[in-house]
């Protein structure tokens, strides 16, 4: 059960009004790394935990948290959007600075959302589930769930400079903060499930189904041999369960493909002679 409660997790008010601003904003909301996506990548994973317990609650916990985010970054944008233009355009343009913020706004700003904030990134793309992940194997999503805590802790970080309003930045400030605490969280509960489970997901997949002769196998397709310098290239795997091993020139493990030719209702090339009774009764 989830409810309401009218104050915001941290305040978001800007000291004036900047809705070339607010357009970029609307990345760290609703682009792919934005706060719906965790928010819902978050909840979605704890809804399909099976099984209470820590992980769950850490998940709806989290998940909750970046709903509240998403709130103060929708407040945040419509108080940049406070004293837009919203009249005629041509008196605007009389004015060079106006005329410059009505050249840099997102027009749906005024004409889809009324100074309203948007399910959307700074270009306009509306927000898609496309963006989550949500496997039910928790190692496996805690992984998504740091590298998105990491691309969009980038990104707040990159907007914090692109403004020197002090309320922004304030906001900024915080939600910075908060993707420390989950990135370090992400983390600790990944450290721990591999204690439990081993680094490679899945780690219950039988051993003897997999080509094992390939399993620690680095294979050098790039010119020259820069990659062998890595840990990945020698010593004990990470899993522990192999050695490392680097291939400089790699050979082909599999034949030449050679396809058979196209039936000759397909038309591909090279073109072939159609018969009647080539012809599958179902497409006469």
Do not use: C
């Not at 970080?157 to 309320?167: H, P, Q, S, V, W």
């Not at 721990?192 to 780690?203: R, T």
């Amino acid at each position: 059960m989830f409810y309401h409660v009218k104050e915001l997790q941290y305040q978001a008010k800007p000291e004036r009004p900047d809705p070339v601003y607010a357009k970029k904003l609307q990345e760290v909301l609703g682009g792919q790394f934005g706060e719906i996506s965790v928010a819902m990548q978050y909840l979605f994973q704890g809804w399909n935990t099976r099984g209470d317990g820590k992980y769950r609650d850490l998940l709806m916990d989290t998940g909750t948290e970046e709903l509240a985010h998403i709130e103060m970054l929708s407040t945040m944008i419509a108080r940049l959007l406070d004293g837009a233009p919203v009249g005629a355009q041509e008196e605007a343009a009389k004015d060079p600075v106006m005329n410059a913020i009505l050249g840099g706004m997102n027009p749906q700003h005024i004409i889809v959302s009324g100074l309203g904030a948007m399910p959307a990134d700074s270009v306009g793309n509306r927000w898609t589930a496309d963006y989550i992940a949500a496997s039910g194997n928790l190692l496996a999503d805690f992984r998504a769930n740091l590298n998105a805590e990491s691309q969009g802790r980038l990104q707040v970080a990159r907007l914090y400079y692109e403004t020197t309003d002090r309320g922004v930045r304030d906001m900024l400030s915080w939600l910075l903060a908060r993707d420390t605490m989950h990135q370090n969280q992400w983390i600790a509960a990944i450290k721990e499930l591999e204690a439990k489970e081993n680094v490679v997901v899945p780690s219950t997949f039988p051993k003897h189904l997999e080509k094992q002769e390939v399993s620690y196998v680095l294979f050098n397709l790039s010119e020259g041999d820069e990659s062998a310098a890595g840990r990945w290239a020698s010593g004990p795997s990470m899993d522990g369960l192999g050695t490392f091993q680097y291939v400089q020139n790699p050979a082909p493990f599999g034949p030449k493909p050679k396809l058979k030719p196209s039936p000759p209702y397909i038309f591909n090339t090279p073109p072939a002679v159609m018969r009647t009774e080539q012809i599958p009764p179902n497409l006469m």
